[in-house]
């Protein structure tokens, strides 16, 4: 069995579908953080069969939580103080979402003016399309 030391103050995002977790890791941009991530790939679980399990040191402020419930709104967050969960959250997939994901209609502005934000707003939650806020191009996962 695999020990990962407890921590005395973080955050385990858990509940992550087998084999998100580098997609998560890279768009919180953890890679740029200096601090301890631990990164569980392919953990047994009960509920899933298998899940991804990310444990981040530190506080919330490291995390976008609206990039985390548009990745997958089904992760739970525990917030971990004094080596306790001391909160757990839960994700909803966001109204607005900004730079995760990039319009690829040649035609949209963001084309053109490269430093304006790829803004994109949730247009149905049933079957999660965002669509460009500025040429209201679809965007499905």
Do not use: W
């Amino acid at each position: 069995m695999l020990n990962i030391s407890g921590l005395n103050e973080g955050i385990v995002l858990d509940h992550i579908q087998a084999g998100k977790s580098l997609d998560i890791y890279y768009n919180l941009g953890l890679d740029k953080l200096d601090c301890q991530v631990a990164i569980i790939k392919n953990a047994r679980s009960n509920k899933m069969g298998r899940k991804d399990i990310i444990k981040i040191e530190g506080g919330l402020d490291h995390i976008d939580l609206d990039i985390l419930g548009y990745i997958d709104h089904n992760i739970t967050v525990n917030i971990i103080r004094d080596n306790q969960i001391a909160e757990k959250r839960t994700l909803k997939l966001p109204k607005k979402i900004t730079n995760v994901i990039h319009c690829k209609n040649p035609r949209c502005i963001t084309s053109i003016e490269q430093e304006l934000p790829h803004i994109f707003y949730l247009a149905d939650s049933e079957t999660e399309t965002y669509r460009c806020m500025y040429c209201e191009e679809k965007y499905s996962k």
